[in-house]
């Protein structure tokens, strides 16, 4: 079966780097995606990586994906108080179309 | 512009009173979905629609159902909630099969069971 596996939750200070972590046991996965939530909001694409990448970068964000070890992490760069919020790790599956989900990681931001 | 719109944003039903939940999107995506969110769970895949063929996930159960009676609109009707049925439940939308389809999600409904 398929499982995605976060950190429940992470704590940093403002201003330094953010590492939400995620691992998974698709191989197959084209493609894997980090998702973010906002309190009240839905869930929002924040960035995405083809599996045949090992990093991606966009601006403050940075996308590691290890294949041999089925791990993807996501780097917040000088993190801020509007990065709070809960992070999801996602990969295809869950059916034909659907995504299948990490329970989250809540980023806590500290002054 | 908001373009998955959940309604209502937050319900109240009674336990065994059947509900509906309605989702409506403005992209013209061909595939909808629908979530269940419970709290500190990840969102799991209930089913979804691909145009107007109905796919179920294996466990999602029987006291579920859907109806998409056009592209823009699709209910998620509990016929007899129960405690457990208590979560946030997220509509999503997406163009179609294949390579990277980014989903879009609505602001969820959180349903609440007495």
């Known amino acids: 079966g398929e499982d995605v596996e976060q950190s429940l939750f992470l704590s940093v200070r403002e201003g330094d780097s953010s590492v939400i972590n995620c691992t998974y046991t698709d191989s197959s996965s084209t493609y894997l995606y980090w998702y973010k939530q906002e309190p009240g909001a839905g869930l929002q694409l924040l960035t995405y990586?083809?599996?045949?990448?090992d990093m991606k970068q966009d601006q403050r964000l940075t996308v590691l994906l290890n294949k041999k070890d089925k791990h993807l992490s996501l780097r917040i760069a000088d993190t801020q108080t509007g990065d709070s919020a809960i992070y999801f790790c996602a990969e295809p599956g869950g059916g034909a179309d659907g995504l299948t989900f990490g329970k989250g990681t809540h980023l806590i931001i500290q002054p | 512009d908001a373009m998955v719109i959940q309604n209502p944003r937050y319900q109240v039903t009674q336990f065994g009173k059947p509900v509906t939940l309605s989702c409506s999107q403005t992209?013209?995506?061909?595939?909808m979905y629908w979530y269940q969110q419970k709290s500190s769970q990840a969102p799991k895949l209930l089913f979804h629609y691909y145009d107007k063929d109905f796919n179920n996930e294996a466990d999602t159960p029987d006291n579920f159902q859907s109806r998409r009676p056009n592209t823009s609109f699709c209910f998620l009707d509990i016929r007899s909630p129960g405690l457990g049925d208590a979560a946030m439940y997220l509509c999503?939308?997406?163009?179609?099969?294949?390579?990277?389809?980014?989903?879009?999600f609505g602001q969820g409904t959180r349903l609440t069971v007495v």
């Open positions: 992209l013209n995506h061909n595939v």
């Open positions: 999503a939308t997406s163009r179609g099969t294949g390579g990277h389809t980014e989903a879009f």
């Open positions: 990586i083809f599996s045949n990448m």
